[in-house]
Structure formats: C-alpha cells, structure tokens
C-alpha cells in the first residue's frame, strides 16, 4: 500500500468482545474513502491467548454496510455471553 492510500484510511471504531475475562474478538472498521474494510482478529477457545486468527478483511462499498455488519457480529458474541466494548 502506497503513503497516499495509507493517508486516506480512517479508523472509525473497534470492538473488543471477552467472555470470561478473556479476549475472544477484536473488529475493527477502517474507512478508506473509495471503500470500508472491517479486520478482525478471533482468538481460538484453548489456543494460547496471543496466538490470534485474522479471517477477511471484509470489504464493504461504505461505512454504513460496514457498521451494519459489526453490529450483527457484535449482536452475535452478546447472545453468545460475550462482553463487547468500544476501545
């Protein structure tokens, strides 16, 4: 990635989701003007904490789509007994 497209990315939130004091996941909601990717980072149940999974990015048209998928994941790892905060 070139400065100019690194320049132009916006962090516009992320989520960190525990369950029993342990992270669980972390998604994060990048706006890079033309498009907006959502990152995240899983950590596998019995893996070390560190050891992290990072499935995508998933690449949405704008920030709305975006949101909308976090906030169903973030619905999702609620029922599930999960913690979510925004960092």
């Given amino acids: ?16 989701a ?6 669980v996941a972390v998604l994060r909601a990048i706006d890079r003007g033309d ?3 959502v990152e995240t980072e899983i950590y596998p149940i019995g893996g070390s904490s560190a050891a992290s999974v990072r499935p995508g990015p ?5 920030a709305s789509e ?15 007994g999960c913690d979510v905060r925004a960092q």
């Fill in 58 to 62: 998933y690449t949405f048209a704008d």
């Fill in 66 to 80: 975006a949101t909308q998928f976090v906030t169903e994941a973030v619905e999702a790892l609620i029922v599930l």
């Fill in 35 to 37: 498009s907006c990717v």
């Fill in 1 to 16: 990635m070139s400065t100019a497209e690194q320049s132009t990315e916006r962090e516009l939130f992320v989520r960190h």
């Fill in 18 to 23: 525990r369950k029993d004091g342990r992270s």
